[in-house]
C-alpha cells in the first residue's frame, strides 16, 4: 500500500471537520526542522553563552568575588534542577541528570578556562555574502553544479571554493572558479551570445569528424492525411537529434499523384529550426526524389530535455553546433504512404565555434 | 515556572541556556518553514537569539508569555532580514522541508503529521505563519496579533482563511 494510500486509509483527513484539523495540527507541536549543519545549534549556543558571561562579568565587576562566586553557585545547582525536570522522570532522566550534572560540574570548576575556551570556540565567520549578475540577467547559477538560483543573485554561501556556473538559453555558458573569504564577493559576467559568435566567427572543422550514418538510421512515415510532421528521432553517440520531413498535401494527394509540396526540416531544441530544402513536386506515384543540403544546426542549452510531437525526446550540449549533410531520397508517394530515407549524413558533433582567426576548412 | 526561568535567565547563563535549547527547535522550525533556506535560517535564528539576550533584562511580562515575546523578535528579524534582502535572494522552492517526528505518534500518526506538515507548508507565507503559532504552537490570538504588530480582528481572519484553504487542501 503506497504512503498515500495509507495516509487516507489510516486517517480521517478525507472528511476533516474543524476539530479534528485542529487536534492534528496541535498534533504537529513537537515536530520540529532541525538545521543541515548539525553542529550549528551547539556553536550558537556557546556564543550565547560567552555573550551572556561578558555582559554578567560586566556588571559583576565592581561586585566582591565572594558574592560573584555565590551567584555563579547558585546557576549551578538551579541548573541541575532544572535540567532534572526538564528530563521526563524515570531512570533515563536520573541518568541524564547525573551526565549533564558532571558535566556541569566540570565547567563550574574550571570557569576560567571554559570561558577562555569558549571565546575559543566561538566560531570566526562561516558564511559570506556571493552576488552574481549577468547580462542579460536570468541566468541559471550553478554552484559545484547545484542550481542555486538566476542572476540577479545574492546569498550567503559557507567559505571556501567554489565552481561557478553560468547558464542562459542562446548564451555562451561561463565557468569560474572562485574562492569565498570573508568579504563579500561581487561577480558580473557579461554573456556571449552563440548567434554574435556565430556570425563573427569561422568553423574550424576536419576530416576526422565525417561519420557515416548506421544503415537502419531512418524510415520515416507521414500520417495518411498527408499533412501532418513526420518526426523521427536519431541518435548518434550520445546526442539525439530530430530530423523532419514535412509533407503538405493538397486534394490531389489523395491519389498520390500529382502537385505535391515537399519542405525538409532540421528542428533543433527550444524552437530552433532550419528549413533545409522545398520542392515543389509533380508526382506520378514511383518517383524518387533526391536532395541534398548542407546544414548549420545551433543547439541550445538543455537542462533537461525537450519533446517534440509524438513523443520524441531532443536534447543537445551547450555550445556546440551541430553541421549536418544530408541527403534525402522520397520515395513511392501514394495516398497514405511517404516514406523518407535518409541515405547518409555526415554529422560534426562536437564542434565548437573557434576564432575567426584560425584556418577554417569548412567553406 | 518559565517566568522564574526567564528572571534568572537574565544573571545566569545555564539558566538562558535552558530557554535556548528549549525554544531553538521551535523558532528554528518556525523561520525556515518561512524562508525556505537554511543558511539565511541559521542568520535570522542566530540574530534573534542574540537580541534575545541583549533585550532580556529589559523584558517585563506584560501578558504575554516568554515564548510570544521571542516570536515576536524572531518574526521583526526575519521581516528586516528579507527586506534587506530585497527579494533578491531566491527561496528554494524546492527544498523539502521533513519535520522530525521520532517523538510523537505511532508509524500511521506520523506518516499523517508528515502530509499534514506538508499541506501546512504550501499555504501562504502568513497563513503558513498563523497556522504555525496559533494552531501548531497554541499561542492565544491576543499573543499571535502582538506578535505581528495586527489587531485580533485580522489574526481571526487570516486564521480562519487558513483554516479554509488547508482544508481544502487535504480533501
Not at chain 1, 549533564?100 to 566560531?123: D, F, G, H, K, M
Not at chain 1, 552574481?132 to 538560483?149: K, M
Request: glycine share 6%; proline share 2%; hydrophobic share 40%.
Amino acid at each position: 500500500m503506497s504512503r498515500a494510500e495509507k495516509f487516507n486509509n489510516n486517517t480521517k483527513l478525507n472528511n476533516l471537520d474543524e476539530r479534528h484539523l485542529l487536534q492534528r495540527l496541535a498534533g504537529l507541536r513537537d515536530s520540529k526542522i532541525l538545521p543541515v549543519n548539525k553542529s550549528f545549534a551547539g556553536n550558537l549556543e556557546k556564543s550565547l553563552i560567552n555573550l551572556h558571561r561578558q555582559q554578567y562579568e560586566g556588571k559583576s565587576r565592581r561586585l566582591p568575588a565572594a558574592n560573584r562566586e555565590k551567584q555563579v553557585k547558585a546557576g549551578f545547582w538551579d541548573r541541575v534542577w532544572g535540567v532534572y525536570k526538564f528530563q521526563s522522570a524515570g531512570l533515563l532522566g536520573l541518568v541524564v541528570l547525573v551526565v549533564c550534572a558532571t558535566t556541569t560540574a566540570a565547567a563550574y570548576i574550571t570557569v576560567p578556562e571554559v570561558r577562555e575556551n569558549l571565546q575559543s570556540a566561538v566560531q570566526p565567520q562561516s558564511y559570506t555574502t556571493l552576488a552574481v549578475q549577468s547580462n542579460p540577467s536570468g541566468a541559471e547559477v550553478y554552484l559545484n553544479n547545484e542550481l542555486v538560483g538566476t542572476t540577479p543573485f545574492i546569498g550567503e554561501r559557507k567559505l571556501g571554493s567554489y565552481e561557478l556556473q553560468l547558464n542562459i538559453l542562446g548564451y555562451q555558458s561561463v565557468s569560474k572558479s572562485i574562492e569565498l573569504g570573508e568579504q563579500r564577493q561581487d561577480f558580473a559576467f557579461e554573456m556571449i551570445s552563440l548567434l554574435d559568435l556565430a556570425t563573427s566567427t569561422r568553423i574550424l572543422t576536419s576530416s576526422d569528424y565525417l561519420i557515416s550514418l548506421p544503415d537502419n538510421w531512418q524510415v520515416a512515415k507521414t500520417s495518411s492525411e498527408n499533412s501532418k510532421a513526420n518526426v523521427q528521432t536519431i541518435t548518434y553517440q550520445t546526442k539525439t537529434a530530430v530530423l523532419t520531413g514535412r509533407v503538405n498535401g493538397n486534394a490531389t494527394s489523395a491519389t498520390g499523384e500529382g502537385e505535391q509540396n515537399l519542405t525538409i526540416s532540421l528542428i533543433g531544441a527550444d524552437g530552433f529550426s532550419q528549413e533545409l530544402a522545398n520542392y515543389q513536386l509533380d508526382l506520378t506515384g514511383n518517383d524518387t526524389v533526391e536532395s541534398e543540403q548542407l546544414s548549420a544546426l545551433y543547439s541550445q542549452v538543455l537542462g533537461s530535455s525537450g519533446q517534440i510531437g509524438g513523443g520524441d525526446i531532443i536534447k543537445f550540449q551547450w555550445g556546440e553546433v551541430y553541421l549536418a549533410e544530408v541527403k534525402i531520397l522520397g520515395e513511392k508517394i501514394t495516398n497514405d504512404d511517404f516514406s523518407i530515407v535518409l541515405e547518409t549524413m555526415r554529422s560534426f558533433n562536437n564542434m565548437r565555434i573557434m576564432p575567426a582567426s584560425l584556418p577554417a576548412a569548412l567553406d | 515556572m518559565e517566568a522564574r526561568l526567564v528572571e534568572r535567565a537574565k544573571k545566569d547563563p545555564a539558566a538562558f541556556a535552558e530557554l535556548y535549547r528549549k525554544y531553538f527547535p521551535k523558532i528554528y522550525t518556525y523561520v525556515i518553514a518561512t524562508v525556505k533556506r537554511h543558511d539565511i535560517a541559521e542568520d535570522i535564528v542566530s540574530a534573534t537569539f542574540e537580541k534575545a539576550l541583549q533585550k532580556l533584562g529589559g523584558y517585563v511580562d506584560k501578558g504575554y508569555s516568554f515564548g510570544a515575546w521571542l516570536y515576536k523578535i524572531a518574526h521583526n528579524t526575519m521581516v528586516d532580514s528579507l527586506r534587506k534582502e530585497n527579494r533578491l535572494t531566491p527561496f528554494d522552492d524546492n527544498l523539502v522541508l521533513k519535520i522530525d517526528t521520532q517523538i510523537s505518534g505511532s508509524t500511521d500518526e506520523q506518516m499523517t503529521n508528515i502530509e499534514l506538515w506538508d499541506q501546512v507548508q504550501n499555504l501562504t507565507s502568513i497563513e503558513k505563519q498563523i497556522v504555525i503559532l496559533r494552531y501548531i504552537q497554541g499561542y492565544s490570538i491576543k499573543e499571535v496579533s502582538f506578535m505581528f504588530n495586527k489587531t485580533e480582528d485580522a489574526v481571526k481572519s487570516i486564521a480562519k482563511r487558513a483554516l479554509k484553504n488547508l482544508r481544502e487542501k487535504l480533501l
